[in-house]
């Protein structure tokens, strides 16, 4: 009888995984996750996107998408494609800004006269636009949670996400109307979807190149990646038969050549387009070839036309206090040295390790590891080493390996182990305490540097009031303190005589600031506060570089503008 009570008294199942309750208590502490980072980072996108005024090519995107909405044409910045700029529409389309129909200047006028010049209200303009690339960002998140996590668990999802969540280059791009981090998120997704693929071609390989489309249809610098894509697409079903693989490949390329041209139709069913307005250039030999052959509406190979015009302009590049003409093919990679957490290096690196060197990540190292590292390689051959904007889908594919580190185990001679079922079992108590740590420091790392996310810089080199020593344009100055320039001096100059060299597509007098241009009368005429952005101060050469020789540092704004006395 008792034997009989005992038996019909249910049991909870205890198995590797651990106990019922503790199996339920996991289940909801990783979407509390989920909620706890990407609100903190919401918060710091949206205060940076509030207090920052125009950065040098937003107004621009932001004219555009204005113009698309208004006009319905293909007339500005036809050197990047439509879909980004299309996201930013909807924040345009919010705000509902008066446009001047009958301006006819060039793109760059056309943003200062929507901010400026039309009765707008410059900072809820921004604000609007920018809001679209803040949500889609934060949706990103999402999707490196999900692909980390497919790869390793949800222990390696949320440290993923942390890396994405607390990285100062995603959260300072993130936060602007600007294109580098919708393509970086939408690679990555096409990329999380290949994986999938694996097991839901008819559902994941469709919608992989809809991801893959929208990249290419965001910037054109996604378009050394396509071919790795489609290797990935092949190689997702080659284990089924050859052929199915072929066309799983054909069916990505096809949808991504759909969203590319639907995005252009979008803007104008009519495809209208004058390349004589736009002084499209001639493209010769292999590149010409290329661009010839790209299955894309006229619009799109002439921007890449005008995209190759642009590398063949001699631009300046300022790094380690050392100014030059041309480009530096180490540029990048010192760059991300000083703009990356020192932790998140750590993962980074040992994240990019542990994939192909553990058996059981092996099958995701060419997944994440490829597409990242091509498209590296392409940008550190480009012409204008301007930041690591370039290269923001670092952050993204490399936090998803960085997140797979905790499934590291401590074989019995003190040796890594990748043994056993990916996601299975305990990760080894060292590695998720050292994980641990290194996200913590990059956490405090990201946070100390609230709110001024562009200008960061690690501990290593100083922090962020020392980026300007070795960097300059979008890692330091790109023209976002202007309106908290305008609050300092309010505050605690009134009245003074100040001298302004801005770099930045801001108009200075539409935030109250009054400034005489010290480049335009003698040397000894410029007397009282001369105010300098750091960017035109690292490049300073002749009259300027005299008058800061001359002058002494009293004050900085936002790390990325420097008032001196003379």
């Excluded at 125009?54 to 698309?68: G, N």
């Excluded at 890396?163 to 990555?188: E, K, N, Q, R």
């Amino acid at each position: 009888m008792m034997a009989r009570t005992l038996h019909s008294v249910p049991v909870p199942r205890v198995d590797a995984g651990g106990s019922t309750p503790a199996r339920a208590r996991r289940s909801w502490l990783a979407p509390l996750l989920v909620v706890v980072l990407l609100g903190q980072m919401a918060v710091a996108m949206v205060t940076t996107a509030v207090q920052q005024t125009p950065t040098i090519d937003e107004p621009v995107y932001v004219a555009t998408a204005a113009d698309y909405l208004h006009a319905h044409r293909l007339r500005h910045n036809a050197e990047h494609p439509p879909l980004g700029k299309l996201v930013i529409a909807v924040g345009v389309a919010a705000a509902d800004p008066h446009v001047d129909a009958a301006f006819t200047g060039d793109q760059g006028a056309a943003g200062r006269r929507l901010l400026y010049g039309s009765g707008n209200d410059p900072g809820r303009l921004m604000l609007w636009a920018r809001l679209p690339v803040v949500v889609l960002t934060l949706l990103f998140g999402l999707v490196v949670f999900a692909f980390a996590r497919d790869l390793a668990g949800p222990a390696a999802g949320a440290v993923a996400l942390a890396l994405y969540a607390f990285s100062p280059d995603v959260i300072a791009h993130g936060a602007l109307a600007t294109l580098d981090v919708p393509m970086a998120g939408f690679l990555l997704t096409s990329v999380w979807l290949l994986w999938r693929a694996r097991e839901r071609p008819r559902r994941c390989l469709p919608l992989a190149g809809a991801a893959l489309g929208a990249a290419v249809a965001t910037k054109m610098s996604a378009l050394p990646a396509v071919p790795v894509l489609l290797a990935l697409a092949v190689l997702a079903l080659w284990p089924a038969r050859r052929w199915r693989a072929l066309a799983g490949a054909g069916v990505v390329a096809g949808a991504a050549v759909a969203v590319v041209w639907g995005a252009y139709l979008a803007v104008d069913p009519r495809l209208r387009w004058d390349p004589g307005a736009a002084h499209v250039p001639v493209v010769h030999g292999l590149r010409g070839l290329l661009v010839d052959l790209l299955p894309f509406p006229p619009a799109y190979r002439d921007g890449m036309r005008m995209q190759f015009g642009l590398e063949n302009q001699p631009w300046q590049g300022f790094l380690f206090g050392h100014l030059y003409t041309g480009s530096h093919w180490y540029y990048l990679p010192a760059a991300l040295l000083v703009k990356t957490p020192l932790g998140l290096l750590a993962l980074w690196t040992a994240g990019a390790v542990a994939l192909p060197a553990v058996r059981r990540l092996r099958p995701a190292a060419p997944y994440v590891l490829l597409p990242s590292g091509v498209l590296l390689a392409a940008a550190m051959t480009g012409a204008r080493d301007f930041g690591t904007r370039y290269v923001v889908f670092l952050p993204l594919f490399l936090a998803v390996a960085g997140g797979c580190v905790v499934t590291l185990r401590t074989g019995p001679r003190g040796r890594a182990s990748g043994r056993g079922r990916l996601g299975v079992g305990t990760p080894a108590g060292f590695a998720v305490g050292v994980t641990g740590l290194l996200v913590a420091w990059v956490a405090v790392s990201s946070l100390r540097t609230f709110p001024y996310y562009l200008p960061y810089a690690n501990e290593a080199f100083g922090g962020p009031a020392r980026t300007h020593v070795w960097l300059h344009d979008s890692n330091v100055d790109w023209g976002q303190d202007l309106g908290r320039l305008a609050d300092r001096l309010r505050e605690r100059y009134p009245g003074q005589r100040v001298w302004l060299v801005y770099k930045g597509s801001g108009v200075p007098s539409a935030y109250g600031i009054h400034a005489a241009d010290p480049l335009r009368v003698p040397d000894g005429e410029v007397r009282g506060l001369l105010v300098v952005s750091d960017s035109a101060a690292a490049k300073a050469r002749g009259r300027l570089a005299r008058l800061l020789d001359d002058s002494r540092p009293v004050d900085e704004v936002g790390h990325s503008i420097t008032l001196y006395r003379r």
